[in-house]
């Protein structure tokens, strides 16, 4: 089969790789569309491994249809269009896949649509509801609010009655977060988050950062009492000093994740994850309440200007990536 192999940053090359069969508990999909994130640049750059075990192929969401099921597997059949979650191997024409992480096509949504989903809705979902427990009438603050789980986690926050500030960096990317429901518009380039959030909302009750280091003390002055930050990138580097003597006077949560080296199983694995997710927010979706919102597609064969654009912060939503038909 033909898969992306990246030979360098800005080298990926479609070219034939051993073909993958499912093993039990798996299904194989033949992809039709990935989705393109920014773990997948920093594995292309020679910065993130994969977990051990899975596919050294990039691509960490597909959707298409299921080309055959391994044993044991009694929820899915051949035929049926589904996205799945991965820990790898979704930039090619099939990919393994444990059932339990398989989802399918919400209604409304074409399935060459539906790769803009399983990563931000698995990282939003398990982040912002089953982690920090974002409640109705909450604010939540979204650093980097037009990318991919930014636009994802404004329209779900909305769906639960919750109040969104974001940041980005242009007027047309606010405007954007405006028309997904974000009430508190923040310039990082030429506006103090802290002090808007801290002015216009008496802090933010929960944070979604992606920056980590360079934004982790300003964070902590622009939560509210009982604040949690959830930080899921290191955009902003990885080391930072932690003052506690601010955290303690206003009980403040400090939560760093991620997903893809998760298990499968267990309370707080994959599985249970994309269970949540599907019973949660693919009604949502169904209601018309969420979207998946896409700004760029390429063909497979143009992977690394793909990713280019994405790291060059060019377009707004998921970048999508054009496999099979």
């Given at each position: 089969?033909?898969?992306?192999?990246?030979?360098?940053?800005?080298?990926?090359?479609?070219?034939?790789?051993?073909?993958?069969?499912p093993a039990p508990g798996e299904v194989l999909?033949?992809?039709?569309?990935?989705?393109?994130?920014?773990?997948?640049?920093?594995?292309?750059?020679?910065?993130?491994?994969?977990?051990?075990?899975?596919?050294d192929t990039l691509g960490l969401e597909v959707?298409?249809?299921?080309?055959?099921?391994?044993?044991?597997?009694?929820?899915?059949?051949?035929?049926?269009?589904?996205?799945?979650?991965?820990?790898?191997?979704?930039?090619?024409?099939?990919?393994?896949?444990?059932?339990?992480?398989?989802?399918?096509?919400?209604?409304?949504?074409?399935?060459?649509?539906?790769?803009?989903?399983?990563?931000?809705?698995?990282?939003?979902?398990?982040?912002?509801?089953?982690?920090?427990?974002?409640?109705?009438?909450?604010?939540?603050?979204?650093?980097?609010?037009?990318?991919?789980?930014?636009?994802?986690?404004?329209?779900?926050?909305?769906?639960?009655?919750?109040?969104?500030?974001?940041?980005?960096?242009?007027?047309?990317?606010?405007?954007?977060?405006?028309?997904?429901?974000?009430?508190?518009?923040?310039?990082?380039?030429?506006?103090?988050?802290?002090?808007?959030?801290?002015?216009?909302?008496?802090?933010?009750?929960?944070?979604?950062?992606?920056?980590?280091?360079?934004?982790?003390?300003?964070?902590?002055?622009?939560?509210?009492?009982?604040?949690?930050?959830?930080?899921?990138?290191?955009?902003?580097?990885?080391?930072?000093?932690?003052?506690?003597?601010?955290?303690?006077?206003?009980?403040?949560?400090?939560?760093?994740?991620?997903?893809?080296?998760?298990?499968?199983?267990?309370?707080?694995?994959?599985?249970?994850?994309?269970?949540?997710?599907?019973?949660?927010?693919?009604?949502?979706?169904?209601?018309?309440?969420?979207?998946?919102?896409?700004?760029?597609?390429?063909?497979?064969?143009?992977?690394?200007?793909?990713?280019?654009?994405?790291?060059?912060?060019?377009?707004?939503?998921?970048?999508?990536?054009?496999?099979?038909?």
């Amino acid at each position: 089969m033909l898969a992306i192999v990246a030979e360098s940053t800005d080298r990926l090359i479609w070219r034939e790789i051993p073909d993958v069969s499912p093993a039990p508990g798996e299904v194989l999909i033949k992809v039709i569309t990935a989705g393109v994130n920014r773990a997948d640049l920093l594995q292309a750059a020679g910065h993130y491994p994969p977990p051990p075990g899975a596919s050294d192929t990039l691509g960490l969401e597909v959707s298409g249809v299921i080309a055959a099921v391994g044993d044991g597997v009694s929820d899915w059949s051949v035929g049926q269009d589904v996205c799945a979650l991965l820990a790898g191997g979704g930039y090619a024409q099939y990919v393994a896949v444990p059932a339990r992480q398989v989802m399918p096509v919400p209604a409304g949504i074409s399935v060459a649509d539906a790769a803009a989903l399983p990563e931000v809705a698995c990282t939003v979902w398990s982040n912002l509801v089953m982690t920090a427990h974002l409640a109705t009438g909450e604010l939540l603050l979204i650093h980097g609010g037009a990318s991919g789980i930014g636009t994802h986690a404004i329209q779900v926050a909305t769906a639960l009655n919750s109040r969104v500030a974001v940041t980005a960096g242009s007027l047309s990317k606010l405007d954007l977060c405006a028309e997904l429901g974000a009430e508190l518009l923040i310039s990082y380039r030429d506006d103090d988050f802290v002090a808007r959030v801290n002015k216009e909302a008496g802090g933010a009750n929960v944070i979604f950062d992606i920056m980590g280091a360079a934004y982790l003390d300003r964070n902590l002055d622009a939560l509210a009492p009982d604040g949690r930050l959830v930080i899921i990138g290191m955009q902003g580097g990885i080391k930072a000093e932690l003052n506690i003597a601010k955290m303690v006077p206003k009980r403040l949560s400090v939560i760093a994740t991620s997903l893809r080296g998760r298990p499968v199983d267990g309370g707080n694995g994959k599985g249970a994850i994309v269970d949540a997710v599907v019973d949660s927010v693919w009604p949502m979706i169904a209601g018309g309440r969420v979207r998946p919102i896409i700004g760029a597609r390429f063909p497979i064969t143009e992977a690394a200007e793909a990713h280019r654009v994405l790291a060059a912060g060019e377009t707004f939503g998921k970048v999508l990536l054009t496999i099979g038909q």
